[in-house]
T-cell receptor
Framework: NAGVMQNPRHLVRRRGQEARLRCSPMKGHSHVYWYRQLPEEGLKFMVYLQKENIIDESGMPKERFSAEFPKEGPSILRIQQVVRGDSAAYFC????????????????FGPGTRLTVL | GESVGLHLPTLSVQEGDNSIINCAYSNSASDYFIWYKQESGKGPQFIIDIRSNMDKRQGQRVTVLLNKTVKHLSLQIAATQPGDSAVYFCAETPGNQFYFGTGTSLTVIP
């Protein structure tokens, strides 16, 4: 069983460029979560999506950031006009169900995309 | 906002000893808690979880204890091995969103 896949693993962008981060959830998982992790810090929730729906984007910056999870294909986290402060590791996690529904199904993380803004 | 903090940012233990990593959470409404292990350059890996209707849960070499009265969570690792060296995060959720602590870095001394 393939786990959560993220690509690219490393992404370098210059200030002002766009960054697109992709996440393919585990097979059978319809819920995707994006997190940002700064060095020496914990994971900060950004957005929670189901197929074609944004459920909770309370952790997403209001400008330049957007996320989607189309009916077909991976979930995309898009950062427009990147700035140096966007440099971080971005992790995607997936789960099959609403997390509150069961204690055995939880969210599984991908390996992350490390974004460096020059 | 929510806050999940860890009492000790770093922990060093001798190989073979037991490790205890602590976590304080702030949201009384949180009903589900998870411990994750994150090795350098990798994504967090699920270790063990516990629901608020339990106070203890055991896995292979790991035990999670939950004290709802003082909003405290701990992870116990038995017979710690060099492969256990990593950063350990606790996470809590009152619903859809998870809140993670900063993490405790565990170093196992051979």
């Amino acid at each position: 069983n393939a786990g959560v896949m993220q690509n690219p693993r490393h992404l370098v962008r210059r200030r002002g460029q766009e960054a697109r981060l992709r996440c393919s959830p585990m097979k059978g998982h319809s819920h995707v979560y994006w997190y940002r992790q700064l060095p020496e810090e914990g994971l900060k929730f950004m957005v929670y999506l189901q197929k074609e729906n944004i459920i909770d984007e309370s952790g997403m910056p209001k400008e330049r950031f957007s996320a989607e999870f189309p009916k077909e294909g991976p979930s995309i986290l898009r950062i427009q006009q990147v700035v140096r402060g966007d440099s971080a590791a971005y992790f995607c996690a997936s789960s099959p169900l609403l997390l509150a529904a069961t204690s055995t199904d939880t969210q599984y993380f991908g390996p992350g995309t490390r974004l460096t803004v020059l | 906002g929510e806050s999940v903090g860890l009492h000790l940012p770093t922990l060093s233990v001798q190989e073979g000893d037991n490790s205890i990593i602590n976590c304080a959470y702030s949201n009384s409404a949180s009903d589900y808690f998870i411990w994750y292990k994150q090795e350098s350059g990798k994504g967090p890996q699920f270790i063990i979880d516990i629901r608020s209707n339990m106070d203890k849960r055991q896995g292979q070499r790991v035990t999670v204890l939950l004290n709802k009265t003082v909003k405290h969570l701990s992870l116990q690792i038995a017979a710690t091995q060099p492969g256990d060296s990593a950063v350990y995060f606790c996470a809590e959720t009152p619903g859809n969103q998870f809140y993670f602590g900063t993490g405790t870095s565990l170093t196992v001394i051979p």
